[in-house]
């Protein structure tokens, strides 16, 4: 989440508490943030649920969208399918605020943190980990570099947690995927606040992690 967004914080905090009793819970970038192990701005809330059946979930994101717009915000459905739904919320002074909500598996109870409830830690983290295999976007590799230099985890948890998610974890891929991240440029790190320097640096605890990996 974005530290200074009020509007995004008044939405998650409005969310999770309608949610609750669906078991909806903050995850995505936003529970890493909320769990203290990046700064990195994100615009949008994912919300997803382990709990619900299909028309259930259906039923709770139609309950959503009305309380928003009880409370002013306008609500626009982007995408809905099955057990998936993608809005975007659009305050008083025209910001957006993109909303993902979903089903999906979780290993842990949630964390219950002052926003309310968050993916509990290592399943936030492991989510994370899983989509720099999955996905690699540059933003994966920000979040995971921050984690790592966070010292909560182990490199070799890490892979371990990632391996939880997702059935296919491969290690040998996983080091082509982190020797990817020399593809990357200043252009694709500053909307996230990093200079020329810090992605250099970015790169090279990656590139440092990918050639341990491959000697082992």
């Known amino acids: 989440m974005v ?3 009020p ?3 008044a939405i998650a905090i409005a969310a999770l508490s309608v ?3 669906d078991g909806f819970v903050l995850a995505g970038a936003g529970a890493i943030r909320e769990h203290g192990l990046t700064s990195r701005p994100t615009k949008d809330l994912d919300l997803f649920t382990a709990e619900l059946s299909v028309p259930r979930f259906e039923a709770a994101v139609s309950r959503l969208v009305d309380v928003l717009r009880s409370l002013d915000f306008q609500v626009r459905p982007i995408r809905r399918g099955e057990g998936f739904a993608q809005l975007e919320v659009e305050g008083p002074a025209g910001d957006i605020t993109p909303i993902d ?3 999906d598996y979780r290993n842990d109870p949630p964390a219950q943190l002052e926003i309310g ?4 830690l290592e399943d936030a983290v492991a989510n994370k980990v899983a989509a720099l295999f999955s996905r690699s976007l540059v933003r994966d590799f920000l979040d995971v570099d921050s984690i790592r230099r966070s010292g909560a985890f182990t490199d070799e948890e890490l892979i371990e947690l990632g391996g939880r998610v997702d059935a296919g974890f491969d290690e040998g891929v996983f080091v082509h995927c982190l020797r990817s991240v020399a593809r990357f440029e200043p252009g694709d790190v500053a909307p996230y606040g ?3 320097r810090e992605l250099d640096d970015v790169k090279r605890r990656t590139m440092k992690w990918a050639t341990t990996l491959e000697s082992k």
């Not at 409830?117 to 509990?120: H, M």
């Open 194 to 196: 990093l200079d020329d």
């Open 117 to 120: 409830p968050v993916l509990s």
């Open 101 to 103: 909500l979903g089903i």
């Open 7 to 9: 509007q995004q914080r």
């Open 19 to 21: 949610l609750a009793e």
């Open 3 to 5: 530290a200074d967004d």
